[in-house]
């Protein structure tokens, strides 16, 4: 039997959250509760580009698809549960896990990636996110280890 290396890959990519207009890719589902400043308890369902620029008209290679839910109380954090799932390049066809943490007032917010499928199996890693402009571009910076 052959012994796998481990390698890192590093993607530099930005998620396209488009929240209303009739080509949204973010819907809420379930509203904040009682008029929160926090929006706690809101949960938005998710089918995101993932670009290698910061123009919604950059070249899409994947898409980030999931939920986020506002679980902050004091502070506007939220719950990140997202699939990167690449649809162009070597990596078609294979995606990886992003679960975690996302305090969005923090210039830049560390996430988990916890597992993976097809040239991500096993992946492990880490996801640094930061807004990049009005707050519907964020850049991910994922780092990852995979076989």
Same mark, same amino acid.
């Given at each position: 039997?052959?012994?796998?290396? =481990? ?23 379930? =509203? /904040? ?13 998710? +089918? @995101? ?14 898409? /980030? ?8 109380? =004091? +502070? ?14 070597? %990596? @078609?066809?294979?995606?990886? !896990?992003?679960?975690?943490?996302? @305090?969005? @007032? ?33 850049? %991910?910076?994922? %780092?990852? !280890?995979?076989?």
């Amino acid at each position: 039997m052959k012994m796998l290396r =481990e390698k890192v890959s590093h993607f530099k990519l930005y998620w396209q959250d488009v929240v209303s207009g009739s080509n949204a890719t973010s819907v809420t589902v379930i =509203e /904040a509760v009682n008029n929160s400043s926090t929006s706690f308890g809101m949960v938005n369902i998710f +089918d @995101n580009s993932l670009t290698i620029g910061p123009n919604l008209s950059s070249k899409t290679v994947g898409k /980030a698809q999931g939920l986020y839910a506002s679980t902050g109380q =004091e +502070d506007t954090s939220l719950l990140m549960v997202m699939s990167f799932a690449f649809t162009d390049g070597k %990596y @078609n066809g294979s995606t990886f !896990i992003v679960l975690g943490r996302n @305090n969005i @007032n923090a210039e830049v917010r560390e996430m988990p990636i916890i597992g993976g499928s097809g040239l991500f199996r096993f992946a492990r890693g880490y996801a640094l996110a930061s807004t990049y402009n009005d707050g519907a571009t964020i850049e %991910y910076n994922c %780092y990852v !280890i995979h076989y």
